[in-house]
């Protein structure tokens, strides 16, 4: 889950499970549970940390 969040693996990554024996819903579940992880950081640090500067 991870990889998401390192710049450069992010492109790897898919290639690398897609060659593995991991089975596709779980790595569907992998890659939303990441990308919901993701969103909330990401939107959660954009609406706090402008407000801390100022």
């Known amino acids: 889950m991870s990889f998401r969040f390192v710049y450069g693996l992010r492109t790897v990554t898919p290639l690398l499970c897609g060659n593995s024996r991991i089975e596709w819903k779980r790595?569907?579940?992998?890659?939303?549970?990441s990308a919901l992880i993701w969103a909330v950081v990401v939107?959660?640090?954009g609406?706090?940390?402008?407000?801390?500067?100022?």
């Open 43 to 45: 939107a959660y640090l």
């Open 27 to 33: 790595y569907a579940l992998l890659v939303s549970v």
């Open 47 to 54: 609406y706090t940390l402008p407000w801390r500067w100022m």
